[in-house]
Each structure stands twice: as C-alpha cells, then as structure tokens.
C-alpha cells in the first residue's frame, strides 16, 4: 500500500542565514525516511551582473570568487554533518540573476521532487516591499514545496 508521494530529490534553498538553516531538519527527516538524495543549493546573484560588460572593476572577479568560494565552505560544512547523521546529501552553488528565478530553474532542469525552504518571517510592509523568494518559488515551480516558518516549533 502506498502511505503518499515518494520523494527521490529534494532542495534546501539556503542564503546563508538562521533563518534559512531552520528549514534543514524537515528535509533531512524526510530525505532519511524516503531514502532521498537531499541538495543543498545556494543561488548566488552576482552584484556585477547588472553592470555592462565594458565595465569591469578592479578586483570584481576575485571579490565574486571569494564570496562563492565562503558559500562553498559553509556548505560543504552543513553537507558534512547531514551525512554524519545518514543523510545522503550534496551541495549546490549556481548562479541566476535572482533566488527565485535560480531555484525556479534548478528545480525544472533536476527531477526534483520537493522543495523544503524557510520563509523568513518577514510581514506586512516590509514583506511587500522585498517580495518573499518563498512565495514566489511557490507559484513558479510544479513541485510540492513545504514551507517552514521560522517561529514554528
């Protein structure tokens, strides 16, 4: 008897904040007991991107670079702990021109099925001024999305 979906593939979108890392434990639990392959992918958004191509500053590509490459090491450090703990588990580090849109893509190009990310508590104004990358991964992507709201227990 079936007990509901199967879960083979599931994204942890993470910007390197608390907030986001809420969302971790949810997807480890279900990747453990779906045996499912859990990604943790950052989407980074280069700064320098919205500038022309004729224009290039001093030290814009080592500046990018470093940002990536602390990314990678703060990753590859949550990566490390989730296989400790049984968690078949890699990272991901691509980049788009925003969060959402980069999630978005990776999802429809990598069969994933389910997407587990932390809304970051934001209301009122200041959530309709920013916009909310969760609300908007919600209505881009076709897969369930599990949203994890960081003042729940």
């Known amino acids: 008897m079936n007990d509901g979906p199967q879960y083979k593939r599931i994204v942890v979108p993470l910007d390197g904040s608390g907030f986001a890392e809420l969302a971790i434990p949810h997807a480890?639990?279900?990747a453990r007991k779906?045996?499912?392959e859990l990604i943790l992918l950052h989407v980074y958004v280069s700064p320098f991107r919205a500038m022309a191509d004729q224009v290039v500053l001093a030290g814009q590509e080592e500046q990018m670079q470093a940002v990536i490459e602390n990314m990678r090491v703060y990753l590859v450090g949550l990566r490390n702990v989730l296989r400790k703990e049984g968690v078949q588990v890699r990272e991901e580090i691509i980049e788009a021109t925003g969060p959402a849109t980069g999630i978005y893509n990776y999802v429809e190009a990598n069969e994933v099925d389910l997407v587990v990310i932390s809304t970051h508590g934001r209301t009122g104004i200041t959530r309709w001024l920013l916009?909310?990358?969760a609300q908007k991964v919600?209505?881009?992507v076709t897969v369930p999305v599990m949203l994890i709201r960081?003042?729940?227990k």
């Open 131 to 133: 916009g909310s990358v």
């Open 34 to 36: 779906h045996e499912a």
């Open 138 to 140: 919600v209505q881009a």
């Open 150 to 152: 960081p003042d729940a």
């Open 28 to 30: 480890a639990q279900l």
